[in-house]
């Protein structure tokens, strides 16, 4: 607990806030079927219920993605589920669930092409989920960065280095379902 305490000093400390005006103003996301949104008691849930205005990088039928609001890179995305999934401890290794992250890791990887192709050409960026307890919302989302090498050093090798206790790479979560 201390750890993630001083861990959150230093981000507000040292960390640098990127902003970026690509995407646009988003405020209705079409439900999918069997979704409702108002069960959803998150900001994510507002989010989607169009109760709070975001920039949005992108939606399929199962996703929605929008720019996090303390952005920590140029491009710093949230990719989120429409369904309300706590977090990834609560996906298993059914087909569903890792195809959903495969479907949140490909919804990343275009935004970053889009938005930040150099940034994708040169594979420099950072695809990331928190591990609970240190998610800051109760709904998983993907953090998308890029381009990794302009960001901080205290969020690129702390608050986002993969393999540690409180974040993993995409890559890790779609590994550790398929065992």
């Known amino acids: 607990f201390k750890l993630l305490m001083f861990i959150k000093f230093l981000t507000t400390l040292l960390a640098t806030t990127h902003h970026v005006d690509d995407g646009e103003l988003h405020t209705q996301i079409t439900s999918p079927p069997n979704v409702n949104f108002v069960n ?20 399929t039928e199962t996703l ?6 303390t952005p920590r890179a140029p491009l710093h995305a949230l990719v989120i589920p429409k369904r309300h999934i706590p977090t990834i401890k ?7 669930d890792v195809a959903l992250i495969k479907e949140m890791s490909e ?32 709904h998983l989302h993907l953090h998308v960065l890029a381009p990794a090498s302009k960001m901080s050093f205290i969020m690129k090798f702390g608050k986002y280095l993969e393999g540690t206790l409180w974040c993993q790479s995409d890559r890790y979560v779609i590994d550790k379902l398929n065992k």
């Not at 935004?111 to 609970?132: C, G, K, W």
């Open 40 to 59: 959803n008691p998150t900001v994510f849930g507002q989010i989607l219920r169009g109760e709070l205005p975001v920039v949005s990088y992108g939606e």
């Open 64 to 69: 929605f993605a929008f720019r996090d609001k």
């Open 90 to 96: 609560n996906l298993n290794s059914s087909q569903e």
């Open 107 to 138: 919804l990343a990887l275009s935004i970053i092409r889009e938005h930040e192709h150099e940034a994708f050409r040169n594979n420099d960026y950072l695809l990331r989920y928190h591990i609970p307890p240190y998610n800051s919302v109760d």
